[in-house]
């Protein structure tokens, strides 16, 4: 499979601070990949440098099989975290002109949009200003001005910020669509649920470092092998080797009495061989025993946290964030 976009030992500083450090990636075509990691985390900066916006003080960059520059920009659809639009123009003359700095001709940007703003839910609103629309149309609207030109890249830069669930539905069908038609995407988001959901493959940066990388179902797989769940009164926070516990109480089919369930995760190097016979010397049963499956945000966590920094506010803030501007854009 082809690469759109290569990354060999980027790097980028802004006086003494690294923002990006000796980062290693690769962008296979068609596939919609998942770039994250806490605020400060490099992401933007990243993008930015693909984008030819910045240049990278060291390593190599290909996109569309060649260095970033302006020529390539025909071919590159982006929504940038920064939303901008001429909020005292209409909607469809603007679309129109997006279309056209893309390469569609006059009568291909007009038809282009009018399809767009139909399959978006704005039809109606495209003799309004946009200044009058909500940020939740006006966030559909700059998703337009990103697709327009049929882009062989598309870089969303936290598409969902601002949709309700129902919009945000109808986003993910629109990047599936672009995919479909032959576009690559490249995700960039908090919304760590969406990743699991529907990218192919990702990349975790912390501190301007790539901390994980791989194919999403690749990555959920070898980190949740020190993941268990276990049925027991017994407490397992004590034992040796286990990293976490996660407790609740749930009540069996057969039975009316409550079976406390454990979710256990191990310290790395502790062996779940180690941990059953751990289990073997506990004074009550164990009713069962099972792998989790984590989800990638807990791997998210765990890999970040690995590093002595708690991420857990931060992704709770975002949450926040997500839901008031939701709230303001509805």
Request: aromatic fraction near 6%; hydrophobic fraction near 40%; glycine fraction near 8%.
């Amino acid at each position: 499979m082809s690469s759109v976009l290569v990354a060999e030992s980027v790097r980028k500083s802004y006086d003494d601070f690294v923002a990006v450090h000796d980062v290693s990636l690769e962008v296979r075509r068609g596939e919609i990949f998942a770039l994250l990691g806490p605020n400060g985390a490099g992401k933007t900066t990243f993008l930015r440098m693909a984008l030819d916006i910045l240049k990278p003080d060291a390593g190599k960059l290909e996109v569309l099989g060649a260095a970033p520059s302006t020529e390539l920009k025909s071919r590159i659809g982006y929504l940038p975290e920064e939303r901008g639009l001429y909020r005292k123009q209409k909607v469809q003359p603007v679309l129109e002109y997006f279309g056209q700095l893309k390469g569609l001709t006059r009568a291909q940007a007009r038809e282009r949009t009018t399809a767009l703003l139909a399959r978006l839910g704005l039809a109606e609103w495209a003799d309004k200003k946009i200044g009058e629309l909500s940020k939740g149309m006006q966030q559909k609207v700059q998703i337009c001005g990103a697709i327009i030109g049929h882009p062989e890249l598309l870089v969303l830069d936290e598409p969902f910020s601002g949709l309700d669930p129902v919009n945000t539905r109808l986003l993910e069908e629109v990047i599936e669509d672009e995919r479909k038609s032959g576009a690559t995407v490249i995700l960039c988001t908090h919304q760590i649920a969406k990743v699991e959901q529907f990218c192919d493959r990702a990349c975790v940066l912390h501190r301007g470092r790539v901390v994980l990388y791989g194919g999403v179902d690749e990555l959920i797989r070898s980190h949740s092998a020190e993941a268990y769940v276990v049925r027991t009164r017994a407490a397992l926070g004590t034992l040796p080797g286990v990293a976490s516990v996660a407790r609740e109480t749930v009540e069996e089919n057969h039975g009316s009495q409550a079976l406390p369930v454990q979710r256990v995760v191990l310290q790395p190097g502790y062996s779940a061989n180690e941990f059953l016979a751990a289990l073997g010397r506990l004074s009550e049963p164990v009713e069962s025993f099972s792998r989790e499956r984590l989800p990638l945000e807990e791997i998210f966590i765990r890999v970040v946290e690995s590093s002595g920094e708690s991420v857990r506010d931060l992704l709770a803030e975002s949450r926040r964030a997500e839901l008031l501007a939701q709230a303001k854009g509805a």
